[in-house]
């Protein structure tokens, strides 16, 4: 079976502009959650999208967002890129139940860096 | 709201020896516990995870966790390490029953085995 896979591995942007990152989440799974890895902050959940809806949002600003498609697949989207947004953003598939214990499966991660 | 300490930042040790990674959090509901690896460049592995029933929780590549609750810790250890666990861990928590896969990580620890 095919792991999560994240599209594109690295990517180089400049203040100001916008950037869309996808995830592909295992076959079967429906939960997709997003999380932003900085050296300073550490792993910091962003958002979870279970069959296309959003179900749990974290502290992030409004240039922060997402969708999840009827297929599962998964974007992030972040407008107005800010030299803090450089990261590694990590995507983590789950089959979705709603008491928690299920197990996540992570991709490899985006390199975002901007200049 | 839920946290996760992790007090050592990076534990050096020398290759056959033990180790014990640390990890204490914080919750005033009930939570999932789980312990993730992260080798360089590339995304988070499930260790081991804590649900419920024994408190000594065995995962994978030789490394077990005990659920101590009246301490709140949930530490890692392993008797023989090996050159190739060195990585970065990370203990994290999901809430109970919580209807969300939202994961809420330590600091993460730093493993370096030394020969």
């Known amino acids: 079976k095919a792991g999560v896979t994240q599209t594109p591995r690295y990517l180089i942007k400049t203040r100001g502009q916008q950037v869309t990152l996808s995830c592909s989440p295992i076959s079967g799974h429906r939960s997709v959650s997003w999380y932003q890895q900085t050296p300073g902050q550490g792993l910091q959940f962003l958002f979870e999208?279970?069959?296309?809806?959003?179900?749990n949002k974290g502290n992030f600003p409004g240039r922060f967002s997402g969708r999840q498609f009827s297929n599962s697949r998964s974007e992030m989207n972040v407008s107005t890129l800010e030299l803090g947004d450089s990261a590694l953003y990590l995507c983590?598939?789950?089959?979705?139940?709603?008491?928690?214990?299920?197990?996540?499966?992570f991709g490899p991660g985006t390199r975002l860096t901007v200049l | 709201a839920q946290s996760v300490t992790q007090l050592d930042s990076q534990v050096p040790v020398f290759e056959e020896a033990p180790v014990e990674l640390r990890c204490n959090y914080s919750s005033s509901v009930s939570v999932y516990l789980f312990w993730y690896v992260q080798y360089p460049n590339q995304g988070l592995q499930l260790l081991l995870k804590y649900l419920s029933g024994s408190t000594l929780v065995k995962g994978i590549n030789g490394f077990e966790a005990e659920f101590n609750k009246s301490q709140t810790s949930f530490h890692l250890r392993k008797p023989s390490v090996h050159i190739s666990d060195t990585a970065e861990y990370f203990c994290?928590?999901?809430?109970?029953?919580?209807?969300?896969?939202?994961?809420?990580f330590g600091t993460g620890t730093l493993l370096a085995v030394q020969p």
């Open positions: 994290a928590v999901t809430r109970r029953g919580g209807a969300t896969n939202k994961l809420i």
């Open positions: 983590a598939s789950s089959l979705g139940g709603t008491s928690g214990d299920n197990e996540q499966f």
């Open positions: 999208y279970f069959s296309e809806t959003q179900r």
